[in-house]
């Protein structure tokens, strides 16, 4: 299998390379750090499986660059790479022709699972995005019974739910209508609320309650 990976940050190039050394069949991997490496690389490898794309790089403005690839090499799936976690970002990004959008903030483990199913025919969206209607994904009965009942109010409940999902302030901020440093106070709470200290010991507590639910 053979990808091409366009960022112009050489450490976040090593980086995404460890991920993509995970996948099978093993892949190699073409490197572009800007948009006019990246047309010349895919032009030169017609037999490209994937690439891997940096949404803001030199050479095009937002996004379009990704549309003028998809115009250029319709058969060559595109996934974004992006530190923006943006929900418009990221429907532009699909609209433009991305099979799927990966947020820079994403674990390894869920970096990889995203290429795979973009590999496997499907498109991969951040769960941050929402259902497609503007809201956020419905939550297991479970999560959403376990959280109930753990002393946060309504508003907090919703944070908490996409606290749990990955999703950072930004994008929560974006799809409750709020600004970011009410985000913020409403983490804080929650916080208070389970009796932890950080983000990853909120996730942790959140799981806990459902598994106990």
Request: glycine letters at 8%.
């Amino acid at each position: 299998m053979k990808t091409v990976l366009a960022d112009d940050h050489p450490l976040m190039r090593e980086g995404v390379r460890q991920v993509l050394s995970q996948l099978d069949p093993p892949v190699e991997i073409l490197d572009a750090h800007d948009y006019p490496s990246l047309f010349a690389q895919t032009a030169q490898h017609p037999d490209l499986d994937l690439a891997v794309v940096d949404l803001n790089m030199p050479g095009f403005v937002g996004m379009q660059g990704i549309a003028q690839f998809r115009s250029r090499f319709p058969d060559v799936p595109l996934v974004v790479l992006s530190a923006s976690e943006s929900p418009h970002d990221i429907r532009s990004a699909l609209e433009a022709g991305a099979l799927g959008y990966i947020p820079k903030a994403a674990s390894s483990a869920a970096m990889l699972a995203a290429l795979q199913q973009v590999l496997a025919g499907d498109i991969y969206v951040p769960s941050c995005l929402g259902d497609g209607t503007g809201g956020p994904h419905r939550e297991a009965p479970a999560i959403a019974e376990a959280l109930q009942h753990s002393g946060l109010t309504t508003r907090q409940l919703e944070v908490a739910r996409l606290l749990a999902q990955g999703c950072a302030n930004k994008a929560i901020a974006g799809m409750l209508s709020m600004s970011e440093s009410t985000v913020k106070v409403h983490i804080a709470a929650i916080f208070r609320t389970l009796g932890v200290s950080n983000r990853t010991e909120a996730v942790l507590a959140i799981r806990r309650l459902t598994h106990g639910s």
